[in-house]
């Protein structure tokens, strides 16, 4: 049986993920916190089996919209 030799690009991209209703009460701290650690656990649960995250998500910055 012949080995194969796979190449794997790391790669840093920003992407922009909805996680939840903000509270007004809410501090910044708190939303950053929070918003991190459901935005992580979205990313692990729904990348597809073919992408593994290497390492632990940086927070960039929050984007708040009223709709």
């Known amino acids: 049986m012949t080995k ?4 794997y ?3 840093k991209a920003t992407i922009e ?8 009460k809410e501090t910044l701290e708190e939303l950053q916190r ?3 650690s459901e935005a ?4 692990r649960g729904k990348l ?3 992408f593994k995250i290497v390492g632990k998500p940086e927070f960039s910055h929050a984007v708040v919209r009223t709709s």
């Not at 194969?4 to 190449?7: I, L």
């Open 34 to 36: 929070v918003a991190l």
């Open 17 to 24: 993920i909805p996680v939840r209703s903000s509270d007004p």
């Open 40 to 43: 992580e656990e979205i990313l």
């Open 4 to 7: 194969t030799t796979s190449v």
């Open 48 to 50: 597809p089996n073919d």
């Open 9 to 11: 690009a790391v790669m």
